[in-house]
């Protein structure tokens, strides 16, 4: 292999490896950026709390199955709390459960790509810097030779 494909191939995989990390970051990684920049911004506050939201219902909604089971007055009780008759008290909030579960994954789809513009955490930053000193020294060298051969001609 000549030198100049060497430098060449140098040059693809160093622009390779920090095209791989810029791709590789997950949703949670992401989320750690906005969580980092802003804590307390709005998408991730709407999303942990539709998240407690949605495991409130969810508890509420096995409370209202399993109490007729363990006392016919409990049972009574949560009867006149049936607003709508066709549609059960335990029907009504798993289906907002449902809800704030969708809410909840739509606002962290919404968090993630607004977290794309936030800034690196520490150690991305610095892998990212290496990787991309690691492109500007293959990107010099390459220019280098390429100087050097037009030169000799």
Sequence with gaps: MSETEEIQRNLTDAERKLDAMKDNVSGTGFIKRLDREAPYHPLLLVWRMSAAVAV????????????????????RTIAR???????PLPGVLAILGLVCMVVGLSVRQLAIMRAQVSPMMTQELKQHQRLASDVQQAKASHEIRQRKKDRDR
């Design 56 to 75: 409130a219902l969810g508890i509420g909604t096995l409370a209202t199955l399993v109490t007729p089971i363990l006392s016919a007055d409990l049972a």
């Design 81 to 87: 709390f049936d607003v709508v008759p066709m549609v």
